[in-house]
Each structure stands twice: as structure tokens, then as C-alpha cells.
């Protein structure tokens, strides 16, 4: 359907002069509306929001918040029905700004009858790179998302978790400022999860700035600087991840090599100065510091295998 | 035979871009207040022009700044796809109605040679039209619905650049198989048509001297070769065994007394016979068919007609036939005259070549197997000296070729050049008139034409193939366009529809302007023939005046209008389309190519400006 609210290239205001701001959105609102025009949902009233040079940003939400929205609003892929947003300093609807982009989509959406290497030189022309640095920038890649066996083979032959990061890698062919991920670790096994995690840990270090959204919240909390949580297209909360989950008024201790008379000790202690004991107990690990424990360890002593069920 | 373009292509270029220039402006202007009227609605006026404003800058910057590397992606990608997702099946199913053709096509026909073409370049216009329409509809679509197109426009490629690369990549795509195709197409016709006879010294007498044979030389012998492809030759051979077989259809030319040349049909063929002694034994050798495929270069004149009583008229007789051809009344003063330019001893040393096709209308059932006769007088047109008639046999369907020698004589016996006594600066008349009484000659402009030169038919059928690609582009362009608003299946039908009005254009237009306009020939509207239609009308029948005829014929009347609308956004294929002519033997001109090649590009560039405009308002996303 072709939309009446055009693109609009000049019409808006140039965001603040401060050359930190990557992402800027001004009451930025989005209605689908069907065939006829008539509302079918607001997905997006009029938010307003930030992202500043080198940070991870991440945009949480549940199904149906307007996180997606948000990112397609800002790449251009539609258009606002009021609002502004301006990325890299351009509206997001000037093509232009894709120059400094690198947008990885939900499902990684790739051409299946090319193969590896065909998808990246592909993807480096559109960015008008010459033969030479699409050749090296390819191979680079492909190295850093370890598909380099694979790069004859066509897309539609790899596993989802090889198809995502072959997305990835498209995604900085250009080697962006900005990139935009849009749930980065959907598909991947937890090796895969981790990589990513530290993949886009180790943009940050090179300077750049990174957008993502995501369900899952654990990925959120262990990369992203900010976050911004989104319901029924309103934000409703914004800031830096530690300060939003810093709980004020528990105090956490953690210590190693304690007998059991010193446990008593403390609980005696707490108590003695008014306070409640919530825990004192062996902490557990996350799952996914187990798994990779165990595959680590597999790797190290191939061979190795489970003796009996683990006690309780 | 099929019409030709006597204007040049520089000529009809200014007026022709004054028509396109103004056509193309009204409709974009009109598209435009569409989108401004819409945008408006929902936003305000002054906010919609603002919209508007930025939009038209925008696009002209995308339109400016196309970057080739980029296009050329987009291009590359749109032939990866087809080739790796599409296999070969437009040329497998061509390769196949070749293999079987054969059963098909008579070669006893009195034209193989124009048969064979004619049907394999019109398999290879409506394949290549198919695959056109398959292949670029559904892609943008697809990329659409799988939403790969995300990773496109989310780099910095223009929408200018995806329709320009979209537009490219599918021609060059279709233009594989229709080289491949043309390619076998040529090979085929040359092929099939190509035979041998054989020759044996039991086939050939000496000649026995007498009257009509004291041209021949000593030894000279006679005979006919062996049948191949349905037909023999007569064969006249020297005493070294070298000669050359007469045409396949001369035996089927039954000549009159009255007949002062002979004539050599256009279709016909003849063999080159060489002899060798071998143990006292003469071996003929007969070698391969001379004069199958014509690219006749021909000069054609302006035409104009005389009464019965030899008073000049416009158009000749009408003897009910829907053509443009006129009549000429036989036995009776009654003639057409051509006026050549371009008759000069440095273009014909050897005299001047004239072809004529000319239609017969037999009023009498006396002698229908044999030729009419006909005279042409040769005609100074500022003295009005004249040649003697010379007359000729003219029988249907078939091109009577003859040299008109430098030497003529006029009805005095006194000789006449023909370049110094009836050239006038080049120019020359040549009058037709028909012998016998209550017969009649028809002819129209391109009918009788000198022959300037024999041109090159392989490159012939080559520009023959150029025509088709000229189509296939406009096809690609307009599937490329529909596909940016339409979804796949919708878009390949309504480029399917479009394609087929194309092919029809002439007779669509025709209809409809003939029930629009008044005094021309009432066939009736849509609603009027489906109301025909359905209780059997004939078309000579009016409909009963009452209320519900008006109604019918009003809103016909808007309906045609519409239409008529409609089809002027709508290519006409068949004006594009040479088959004909390189079927027919004609060299098609560097002029012609020109003129449809500004048509297409008067087409596709109006076509490429709506689909940028409509996918660069289009949200990629939904």
C-alpha cells in the first residue's frame, strides 16, 4: 500500500548540535492503518529517546510493544505517522545515513541462492566498496563469524545459527558507526549467544554505538549500557541498566572459604544491628555458565563422558 | 506483404517528442495532484505540499546521483536469482516446439522460406514475451513478502537504483534466451530450407538445334534434376558440365504471347551446377540453394491513381476489399501512377530493379489459373516522353521482380535512355495499367518499389530479433512497474493484460474510436455486444430505441472514452514487431530501427519515473 505520509528528506529540523546524539526520536508516533485508511493499531505514541555515541542501547519490551516498530521507524522502512527521528544527524528516511549503518533484522532475511562470499561482496557493492576492500572485508568477516569452510556453500544449506551469522556479518560490511541489531541472539545455541554477547561488547570497545532489542532479558542486562522498556507503544522506563537494578535497600556480601560457625556469626550480627536476614546460603550458577563449563571441558578432555545422574 | 515507413526517422523525431513531451508531462502533473490531493486529506494542505515539496527534491536527487555500482548489484542479483531459481524452462519448451515443428511446416509451400520464419520468429516474440512476464512480476514481490528487500534498503541504494537495477537485470536475464533462441531460430530456417539435388548424366539430353535454341553453345544439355524438398529445377548445362538450374517455380509459370519479359519471382530459388570428368564420365555436382532469403532494400515512390477516362483521382477504384490498396480498372484508361526518386546511373549502372506485388480482383471466372496481364509504361515527369507499353503476367500472391534496362524505345521504335530521356534529377513515373477488360490490378504505396539493393538476411533476422527485444524490454519495464505496488500473482496478470493489449493495440483502438466518433462503422460498445451476445443479434440489427439502449450506449460511450484513455499509456507491440517483413524478404531500414527504439524509450522512460515514484512512497515495511 502506497502511503501519502511520504517520505519527507528536508522537511524536519536538524536534531541538537550535539555531535554525541546517534539516535534521536521527537514524540515519534506510528498508526497501521489498513486498505481504507482506517486505524487498525497505534503502535508507537510519541516517544521520545536518545542513544549517545559509543553505548549499547537496549530497547526491551513485550510481543506487540512497538520495539520492532521503533527500529523500522528509524531505518526508514516505514514511515512516521507524526514525530521526527533522526539518525546520525539525517532524518531517518534519507537513505543517505545508511552509509554509517549496519542493521542485523530479526530473521537475517537473505538472498538463500547465494552463497557466503557471493552475499557479502553482494552486500559490500551496495555500500559502493571497491573489488579490493569487498574482498578483504569478506574474508575478514567470514573469519570473525567462522563460516570460512562454509562460504561456497549457498545460504539455503546452513543451519539457522550459520545463516545469523552470516547476517551479522553483512551487517558490517561497511564497518558502521551505528549498528542496529534487532533480537541478535534469536536462533543461536549458547556458544553462539556468548560470541554475539562478546562480539558486540567488543564493538563498543571500537567506538561504536549499538541499538538492540531483544526478549531475552538476561542477554539485555549483560551487554547493554541503557535501556529503554516499551508496553502498548508508551515507554515507561529509561536509563542506565545498573542504576535501574541497583536494589537499595539490600546489601549483598559474597565470600568464599566460610565455616559454618562464622555463617552464625553473621546471621548473629545482622540481627544484632536490626537487620533482616534474607539468605545466607551456596549461591547457584546461571545455566548458561554451566553449559558452557561443560563444553569447555568437553573440548579440553574429548572422550569424557557423564558418569551417572548428579545428586542433589 | 507488410507496410513500411516511408518518412525518416529524423523527420517524425521533433514532432513525435512534442507528443511525448506533452503526454508525459499531463500525466505525471496529474499523478502528482492525485498524491497531493490524498496527502492533503489526511495532513492539511500546506503540511501535503510541504510533503510534496520534499518528496519531488528528494526524488530528483535519487534520479541524479544514480550510482552504476550499485544498479549493476541490484542487476547482478535480479540475473542470480533467475538463473538459479528459475531453470532453463522458456528455452526447453522452445527447443521442444522446434524439435516437432518440423511435422508442422509444409516446405511444398510456394514461400517455404517466409513460412519457416515467420513461425519461428513469432514462437520466439510470444516465448520471450511469456518469460518476460514470469520472471520479473514476482520478484520484487517476493523480496517483499520474504522481506529481503530489508537488507537492501536499509543500505544506501536509492529506490531509483533498485527499479533501474530490477529493470536491467531482468532484460539482460531475457535477453539470453531470446539470443539463444534467435540463435537456433536462424540456424533451423537455414537448415530445414537447406537441400541438394543430385544430377546424373541420364538426366540431361543434348539440346537439338532448331530456332529457339541458336543462344545456346555447342554441347550444350538439358535436363531436370532429382526431386528434393518437393520440387526439381530444369537444368541447362555446357559442354564442361557447368550451368545454373532454372527456379524452382518456373515451370509453374504458364507464359503468354502477350508477355514481353519474363519474369523472376521473389521467392524462388536456383542451384549452381558444376561438372567434372571423372573416367570419361561427366559428375555433376549440384550446390546448395542461391536466392532463398531476401533483405530487399526497396525505394518506394508516392502513388497516385487515373480514372477510367484517365482523369487523375486520389484513390483508385474500391472494389469492396477493407485494404488500402486501390484498384485499377483493366481495358480502360485507368492506371497507378508512381513517382521514384533516386534514379540515377551511379545506383543502377546495370538498369533499374523493380519489384511489384499486386493484388488480382477477378471479376470473371474465365482463365482463374492464369496470370493477368498488366503493361507498365516508363515516363518522363516534366516532358512526359514515354516508354512503350511493356507488358507482364501477373499472378496472385506473388512478387514479380524485373530489370527495366537503360535502353528503352518508345512507341516509335526510337530508343530512350532511361536516365537521360525520362530521369529528371532522379526522378521517374512509372504508370501500371491492366490489360484486359473487367479485370483488375490492386495496389498500394509499398506495393511496387525499385529495388536500391539485396541487403544481408542473416543481419536481417538479427534486426527482426532487435523488434522482439524491443518488446521484451517494454514487458520487463512494465512487470518491473506493477510489481512495485501489486502483489506477485496480481502483478504478472496485470502485466499479462497489459501485454496483450499491446499486442492488440490497433485493433482495440480501431473499435473504440470507431463507435466513438461519428459517421465511422458502429460495432457497439461492451455493454452493446454483450447484450448482442446474448440474444444473437446481428450486428446490422440496431437495438430497440427505449430508455434502456440509451442507458446501454451512454454508458458504453464512457467506457470507450475510458479505453481510449487507457490505451494511450499502452505500447503498441505490433508496430514494434518486423516479422513480417523479414519474413516477407524486406530489409528493415536503420530509419525503422531508430523510430522503434525512440518508441520504446518513449515508453519505458515514463514507465521507470511511475514505478520510482510509487516505490519510493511505498513503506517497505508493513
Known amino acids: 500500500m502506497v502511503s501519502t505520509a511520504a517520505p519527507a528528506a528536508s522537511q524536519a529540523a536538524s536534531p541538537g548540535v550535539d555531535g554525541d546524539i546517534v539516535i534521536e526520536t521527537r514524540g515519534l508516533a506510528k498508526v497501521y492503518r489498513d486498505f481504507w485508511g482506517r486505524q487498525k493499531v497505534r503502535a508507537l505514541k510519541g516517544l521520545d529517546l536518545t542513544v549517545r555515541r559509543g553505548e549499547i542501547f537496549g530497547l526491551l519490551g513485550p510481543n506487540g510493544s512497538g520495539k520492532t516498530t521503533t527500529i523500522k521507524l528509524l531505518l526508514g522502512l516505514l514511515f512516521p505517522t507524526s514525530g521526527q527521528a533522526f539518525v546520525l544527524g539525517k532524518p531517518a528516511t534519507d537513505v543517505a545515513k545508511n552509509e554509517r549503518i549496519g542493521y542485523l533484522p530479526e530473521e537475517s532475511y537473505l538472498y538463500k541462492f547465494l552463497n557466503a562470499e557471493e552475499t557479502l561482496d553482494f552486500y559490500g557493492r551496495l555500500f559502493n566498496l571497491p573489488k579490493a576492500v569487498r574482498r578483504e572485508r569478506t574474508q575478514k568477516l567470514l573469519e570473525l563469524v567462522r563460516v570460512t569452510t562454509a562460504k561456497k556453500r549457498r545460504l539455503r544449506e546452513y543451519s539457522k545459527g550459520m545463516t545469523r551469522r552470516i547476517g551479522l556479518a553483512q551487517a558490517l560490511i561497511n564497518d558502521p558507526e551505528l549498528i542496529i541489531l534487532d533480537e541478535p541472539t534469536t536462533g543461536l545455541d549458547p556458544i553462539g549467544c556468548r560470541e554475539m554477547k562478546d562480539l558486540i561488547l567488543d564493538l563498543k570497545r571500537q567506538g561504536k554505538t549499538v541499538l538492540m532489542c531483544s526478549h531475552l532479558l538476561a542477554d539485555v542486562q549483560d551487554v547493554c549500557d541503557r535501556i529503554a522498556v516499551l508496553h502498548q507503544g508508551e515507554l515507561k522506563e529509561l536509563g542506565r541498566v545498573d542504576g535501574l537494578l541497583k536494589v537499595r535497600d539490600v546489601t549483598e556480601l559474597r565470600a568464599s572459604g566460610l565455616s559454618d560457625e562464622c555463617k552464625t556469626e553473621l546471621a548473629a550480627v545482622v540481627a544484632k544491628h536490626g537487620g533482616k536476614l534474607i539468605g545466607l546460603d551456596n549461591p547457584t550458577t546461571t545455566l548458561e555458565e554451566l553449559f558452557l563449563e561443560i563444553v569447555q571441558d568437553a573440548e579440553a578432555r574429548p572422550g569424557r563422558r557423564a558418569a551417572s545422574e548428579s545428586s542433589t | ?622
Open chain 2, 1 to 622: 506483404m507488410d507496410t513500411f515507413q516511408t518518412t525518416s526517422f529524423a523527420d517524425q523525431l521533433s514532432a513525435g517528442l512534442v507528443t511525448w513531451g506533452t503526454t508525459v508531462g499531463i500525466t505525471l502533473g496529474v499523478m502528482l495532484l492525485v498524491c497531493y490531493v490524498f496527502t492533503a486529506i489526511r495532513l492539511g494542505p500546506l503540511s501535503a505540499g510541504d510533503r510534496i515539496y520534499s518528496v519531488l527534491v528528494s526524488a530528483v536527487g535519487d534520479l541524479l546521483f544514480i550510482s552504476p555500482r550499485r544498479t549493476f548489484a541490484i542487476a547482478w542479483l535480479a540475473v542470480k536469482e533467475s538463473i538459479r531459481k528459475q531453470a532453463v524452462a522458456g528455452l526447453i519448451i522452445f527447443l521442444v516446439i522446434l524439435a516437432f515443428a518440423l511435422w508442422f511446416l509444409d516446405s511444398e509451400t510456394y514461400d517455404p522460406s517466409s513460412l519457416y520464419i515467420s513461425f519461428v520468429m513469432n514462437a520466439v516474440n510470444y516465448l520471450v514475451l511469456l518469460l518476460a512476464v514470469l520472471t520479473a512480476a514476482f520478484s520484487l514481490p517476493n523480496d517483499m513478502k520474504n522481506k529481503t528487500i530489508y537488507t537492501i534498503v536499509t543500505k544506501p541504494v536509492r529506490p531509483s537504483e533498485i527499479i533501474l537495477g530490477r529493470i536491467l537485470g531482468f532484460t539482460a536475464v531475457c535477453t539470453i534466451p531470446l539470443a539463444t533462441m534467435g540463435l537456433c531460430s536462424y540456424l533451423f530456417v537455414v537448415r530445414s530450407l537447406d537441400h541438394r539435388h543430385e544430377l546424373t548424366e541420364a538426366d540431361v539430353r543434348p539440346i537439338v538445334a532448331g530456332p529457339a535454341t541458336r543462344n545456346v553453345k555447342p554441347g550444350s544439355k538439358q535436363g531436370s534434376t532429382s526431386t528434393a524438398h518437393s520440387h526439381r529445377h530444369k537444368v541447362t548445362v555446357d559442354a564442361d558440365g557447368n550451368g545454373v538450374t532454372e527456379t524452382n517455380d518456373s515451370d509453374r509459370i504458364e507464359m503468354d504471347d502477350a508477355v514481353d519479359f519474363h519474369d523472376r519471382f521473389g521467392s524462388s530459388h536456383w542451384h549452381v551446377v558444376t561438372g567434372e570428368l571423372r573416367d570419361g564420365r561427366m559428375v555433376y555436382h549440384v550446390g546448395p540453394p542461391q536466392g532463398q532469403f531476401h533483405a530487399r532494400v526497396p525505394i518506394k515512390g508516392l502513388l497516385r491513381f487515373k480514372e477510367a477516362d484517365g482523369t487523375a483521382s486520389k484513390e483508385g477504384y474500391n472494389v469492396g476489399n477493407w485494404t488500402k490498396r486501390g484498384y485499377v480498372a483493366g481495358g480502360t484508361l485507368s492506371a497507378a501512377v508512381f513517382t521514384f526518386d533516386g534514379v540515377d546511373p551511379n545506383r543502377f549502372p546495370e538498369g533499374v530493379p523493380l519489384e511489384m506485388n499486386i493484388r488480382l480482383f477477378r471479376t470473371t471466372k474465365e482463365g482463374m489459373d492464369k496470370p493477368i496481364i498488366g503493361s507498365l509504361i516508363i515516363r518522363n515527369p516534366i516532358t512526359g516522353l514515354s516508354s512503350a507499353p511493356r507488358n507482364f503476367a501477373a499472378r496472385e500472391y506473388v512478387t514479380l521482380q524485373q530489370i527495366i534496362p537503360r535502353k528503352l524505345t518508345d512507341s516509335k521504335g526510337k530508343t530512350l535512355d532511361l536516365f537521360d530521356d525520362l530521369a529528371v534529377n532522379g526522378r521517374v513515373e512509372i504508370e501500371l495499367q491492366c490489360i484486359p477488360r473487367s479485370q483488375f490490378f490492386g495496389v498500394g504505396p509499398d506495393d511496387v518499389y525499385l529495388l536500391a539493393r539485396e541487403g544481408r538476411f542473416d543481419v536481417n533476422f538479427l534486426k527482426g530479433l532487435f523488434g522482439i527485444w524491443l518488446q521484451m524490454v517494454l514487458t520487463v519495464v512494465l512487470a518491473v512497474v506493477f510489481s512495485t505496488f501489486l502483489s506477485g500473482p496480481v502483478a504478472m496478470l496485470a502485466t499479462a493484460a497489459a501485454v496483450i493489449g499491446a499486442l492488440l493495440r490497433p485493433f482495440i483502438v480501431n473499435v473504440v474510436r470507431d463507435n466513438l466518433f461519428e459517421g465511422k462503422a458502429h460495432t457497439g460498445g461492451v455493454l452493446e455486444s454483450m447484450v448482442r451476445l446474448t440474444d444473437q443479434r446481428a450486428i446490422t440489427l440496431e437495438l430497440e430505441e427505449g430508455t434502456t439502449t440509451s442507458l446501454i450506449q451512454s454508458i458504453d460511450k464512457v467506457l470507450n472514452s475510458l479505453l481510449d484513455g487507457m490505451f494511450t499509456f499502452i505500447p503498441d507491440f505490433s508496430a514494434l514487431n518486423d516479422v513480417n517483413s523479414v519474413a516477407g524478404g524486406f530489409d528493415i531500414s536503420s530509419s525503422l530501427l531508430w523510430m522503434h527504439t525512440a518508441q520504446t524509450l518513449g515508453f519505458v522512460l515514463p514507465l521507470f519515473l511511475v514505478g520510482f515514484i510509487v516505490f519510493k512512497l511505498t513503506e517497505v515495511a508493513k
